[in-house]
């Protein structure tokens, strides 16, 4: 029944190797977002796709990229994981009037 | 731009007491809407209530209500009858009016424990 469904659930990764997290959704919602969660922070929003339309927070570094290849799915790539980049990274889907709903995230560790 | 403040960084109510948790915002928008979502250690996000700027009532969704309050620009969470799985992070967050509702800015939480 899970309807924002992110994978893995873990990621471990090698400094500097580039690393891609996943999202897909059952819900037909039009609007896809990713946000940054670091230890004992609040959640950070990198990005969002509103349809096929990417936007960018001003403060999201270039290391970070998204693809939304249809509506369901959603991928977050980190070129360049370096150590700062540990987090939970959230996925979350909406209508644009409409609460949105969250996945259960992937934590992602940098070694 | 958006800036909520939740000035509570853990909060202790006994099992079957409401308990309030704090929350206040600053925007320049005079549209915009307010979230509270609850995070389990699990990490996901659970979406539990939503206020219009321009709502005249308080919203209210089961045991959970939330306390706005436009002039003092305070949004507050009350969990009546509290429960041992209401134990978990919840966060306070805004977006601005004309943004998709999960273009959010989050306060930096409030960690709730139940006691049984």
């Known amino acids: 029944d899970a309807m924002v469904i992110q994978n893995p659930r873990y990621q471990v990764t090698q400094f500097g190797k580039p690393v891609t997290l996943s999202c897909s959704q059952t819900?037909?919602?039009?609007?896809m977002y990713w946000y940054q969660q670091k230890s004992s922070q609040a959640p950070k929003l990198l990005f969002h796709?509103?349809?096929?339309?990417?936007?960018n927070e001003a403060d999201t570094p270039d290391n970070f990229q998204s693809r939304r290849p249809n509506t369901s799915f959603c991928f977050l790539d980190i070129r360049s994981p370096g150590l700062g980049d540990a987090a939970m990274y959230l996925c979350?889907?909406?209508?644009?009037?409409?609460?949105?709903?969250f996945g259960q995230g992937t934590r992602l560790t940098v070694v | 731009a958006q800036k909520i403040t939740q000035t509570q960084p853990g909060m202790f109510v006994q099992e079957k007491e409401a308990v309030t948790l704090d929350c206040t915002y600053d925007?320049?928008?005079?549209?915009?809407?307010l979230f509270w979502y609850k995070q389990p250690s699990s990490g996901e996000m659970i979406f539990l209530i939503y206020?219009?700027?321009?709502?005249?009532q308080n919203a209210t969704e089961g045991r959970y209500s939330l306390n706005f309050q436009k002039a003092r620009k305070s949004a507050n969470l009350v969990i009546s009858a509290s429960q041992l799985g209401d134990s978990a992070m919840y966060f306070c967050?805004?977006?601005?009016?004309?943004?998709?509702?999960?273009?959010?800015?989050f306060g930096q939480g409030t960690i709730l424990t139940v006691h049984p």
């Open positions: 925007t320049s928008d005079p549209s915009y809407g």
């Open positions: 206020q219009g700027s321009y709502d005249q």
């Open positions: 819900l037909n919602h039009n609007v």
């Open positions: 979350a889907t909406s209508r644009s009037s409409t609460e949105a709903f």
């Open positions: 796709y509103y349809d096929k339309d990417f936007n």
């Open positions: 967050a805004m977006n601005a009016g004309g943004t998709s509702y999960g273009k959010l800015t």
